[in-house]
DNA sequence: CAAATAAACAGTAATTATTACTGTTCAATA
DNA sequence: TATTGAACAGTAATAATTACTGTTTATTTG
C-alpha cells in the first residue's frame, strides 16, 4: 500500500494554491508511468475534466515543476544545443536560469565502470548533468 | 598550434560527401565555443555565405550529429517530458531511437561523491544518462 | 452578507523551432 | 559533354509552447 500524501498537503509545503484542475492534473499524472509529454497528459485529463484548456495543462505543468512538485527527465529539453568542446566533458547545470558549462571528465570523479546495466543496452558512454543553482544565481 | 584534421578527411570517415556549405558550416561551428543553437550558428554562417538558407544549416547540423561528425549536448531536446518515477534514478538513453528507460541510482555503481566542483555553484543533485544503443535498436 | 480583488481558467492567437516540399544548381561520372 | 542524383535556396507547413483576453472562481474586506 503506498502512502500518498494528500495533495492539499503537497501544495502547502510548495507553497501553491489547491484548484480543482491542479488536483486532478496531479491524479493524472501520477496514474501514468515513463516519462508523458504534455499533449499526452493533457489527453488524459481531457477525459476527467473536458472543457480543461491545454494552456492550463501547460501552466500548472510548469507551475509543479518550478515549485518542486515533480521533476522534467531533463533541464535541456527545447531547442537543440551542439557541443564544441570535443573533449570528453560532462555538465554544470543551473535549475534556475538553464546555463550550461563544462566541466572535463577528470574534474568530476570516477564514474562507475561500465558494466550490464540492462537487457542487451549496448553502453557507449556516460552523460552526467551536475544540476544545482549557478553563482548568479544564488 | 592544434592540429586540424582536413574537413575532407572528416567527412570521407564518417561516409558523407564534401561540400562547400557544410566545409564553411563546420569551420564557423569551430569557432564558436560554449552551446550554440541552430540560429545562432546560422547567423554565423550567413556572414560568410550570405544565401545559404536556414533549412541547410538545419540539414547538415543533422547529418553531422547523424554521422558522428560532432555532439549535440543532449539527446532530450524537442517537447518536454515529465519525470513519474518518484525515486531517485537515472536513465538508458537510445541514441538511435531515444528511448529513455529508468535505472535507479544503486543500480549505476557508485558516483563520484558532492564536492566543489566550480567556484560557487551548488550542487543539488547529479542527472546521469547512459547512452547506448537499446535491444531494439542494434 | 455583499462588493472588491486577485488568481486561475478556457479559448484562441501568436511565436518559436523544426521539418517538408519544390524547383534549381552543382558535381561527379559515363 | 550529356546524364543523374545529391545538395541547395526559398518558402510553406507543422509541432511545441507561450501570450493574450475576457470570464469564472475563491478569498478578503467593508
Known amino acids: 500500500m503506498t502512502l500518498i500524501k494528500p495533495f492539499r498537503e503537497l501544495c502547502a509545503e510548495h507553497g501553491i494554491a489547491v484548484t480543482h484542475q ?4 496531479y491524479e493524472v499524472m501520477q496514474g501514468m508511468d515513463g516519462h508523458p509529454s504534455p499533449e499526452e497528459i493533457y489527453a488524459r485529463v481531457k477525459r ?15 507551475l509543479f515543476v518550478e515549485s518542486g512538485v515533480l521533476r ?11 557541443e564544441m568542446n570535443a573533449e570528453e566533458h560532462h555538465h554544470l547545470v543551473c535549475s534556475k536560469c538553464k546555463s550550461i558549462e563544462d566541466i572535463d571528465e ?7 565502470k ?6 542487451g543496452f549496448l553502453v557507449e558512454r556516460y552523460s552526467v548533468d551536475v544540476i544545482g543553482i549557478c553563482a548568479k544565481c544564488q
Open 22 to 25: 491542479r488536483q486532478v492534473l
Open 48 to 62: 476527467k475534466i473536458p472543457s480543461i484548456s491545454l494552456a492550463t495543462v501547460y501552466k500548472n505543468i510548469h
Open 72 to 82: 522534467e527527465v531533463s533541464l535541456h529539453h527545447g531547442s537543440q544545443r551542439l
Open 106 to 112: 577528470s574534474s568530476l570523479g570516477a564514474l562507475p
Open 114 to 119: 561500465r558494466r550490464k546495466l540492462a537487457d
